[in-house]
């Protein structure tokens, strides 16, 4: 009962320790070189930190598998270098709760340049700032110093999780530059590219969570699963809002993802209702009017409504991945698991 009644939006449960993560962050990425100090830090500075998605689900999964809840000390902002070590299990898991968000930046640093995109979080894109060069730079840094964070938590398997990431990201980014045609109206393929680009951060950063806590090897398995199903679920929920949502919402240009080439997953489900929307995907839909009419295909089809059916049954997986962990050893842990179950239901409610 207590649980329930304590049932509040899933970011305020470790909302604190957010707060704590983010102020950590903002300490870590100074450096002695003014240009590159600013171009780090812009993603990092207060209000457009964006939704803070990924240390929030670090942090989740931390209480979900702990025997109680952090002592109050775990609330202060750790001043430690990120190169030093640290032995107290919850610091390591804030660490790799920072560790993913530094990755995750540095993607969308890289991510913006490759897109030659002008906002983001409603903000003028870093390279449209300080230009390409600066921008890749940035983005590098922010890996090296996640880089020289992780090797301090000294436990290799970790490393190799969060390198594999890495090369999730890059494969991610080449899969979709390079589809061959077909490719392009493979599912399949899709999928497979956006386990790379999305859920794979996610997936292992849970399953990090779970190592850094000593799990077994089933448990860990859980963890990695609720990460991937709960990222392609909000990947698909992202295509979706791409196609339907206003840009003043999204904080970035709508339906950019024809704009730029992309069909997304509507855009594969349509298609396989009406054949005359493959010859738009198969040319990026790069002819005069090619987003406006395969727009109007879509709206046409199922391919909207199979698309949400599609992220709903990734969110419910991830959903039953929480309820099916062993039994919670605190009812701390037992509110964490109903908040990591509630972000499964907001991921498909979402709006940006
Ligand atoms: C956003 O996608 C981009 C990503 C999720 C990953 C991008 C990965 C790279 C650029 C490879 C380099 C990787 C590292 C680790 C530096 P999007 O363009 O579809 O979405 P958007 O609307 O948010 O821009
Ligand atoms: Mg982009
Ligand atoms: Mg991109």
């Known amino acids: 009962d207590e649980v329930r009644n304590r049932r509040v939006d899933p970011f305020n449960v470790v909302q604190q320790e957010v707060e704590v993560v983010s102020e950590r962050l903002r300490l870590s990425v100074t450096t002695g070189i003014p240009a590159l100090k600013t171009a780090a830090e812009y993603f990092f500075r207060r209000g457009i930190e964006g939704k803070r998605l990924r240390p929030t689900l670090a942090l989740l999964m931390a209480s979900a598998l702990s025997p109680a809840a952090p002592s109050p000390q775990y609330l202060q902002v750790d001043t430690r270098p990120p190169n030093e070590h640290t032995p107290e299990l919850r610091r390591r898991q804030q660490r790799l709760a920072e560790i993913t968000e530094l990755i995750h930046v540095a993607s969308l640093l890289h991510d913006d340049v490759i897109d030659d995109a002008q906002t983001r979080r409603g903000v003028v894109s870093l390279n449209t700032n300080v230009g390409n060069k600066v921008a890749i730079l940035a983005g590098d840094f922010l890996l090296a110093r996640a880089s020289v964070s992780l090797a301090a938590l000294k436990n290799t398997t970790i490393v190799e999780l969060m390198s594999q990431v890495l090369e999730h990201l890059v494969s991610g ?180």
């Open 173 to 352: 980014e080449i899969m979709q530059m390079t589809a061959t045609t077909e490719q392009l109206l493979d599912l399949e393929h899709y999928l497979a590219k956006t386990y790379c680009k999305t859920a794979s951060l996610m997936a292992n950063s849970a399953r990090s969570i779970a190592v850094l806590a000593d799990s077994s090897d089933e448990v860990c398995d859980m963890a990695w699963s609720y990460g991937r199903h709960l990222g392609i679920a909000f990947q698909v929920v992202d295509d979706l809002l791409d196609l339907t949502g206003s840009s003043s919402v999204l904080g970035k240009p709508a339906l950019n993802d024809m704009r730029s080439g992309l069909a997304t997953a509507p855009v594969l489900f349509a298609a396989e209702e009406q054949p005359a929307l493959r010859p738009l995907i198969l040319r990026r839909f790069k002819h005069e009017g090619d987003v406006a009419l395969a727009m109007s295909m879509v709206e046409a089809t199922q391919g909207l409504r199979r698309a949400e059916e599609l992220a709903a049954s990734h969110a419910k997986a991830a959903a039953d991945m929480i309820r099916c962990l062993p039994a919670a050893q605190s009812d701390h842990a037992e509110i964490a698991r109903e908040a990591l179950i509630q972000i499964t239901h907001k991921v498909l409610t979402r709006k940006k």
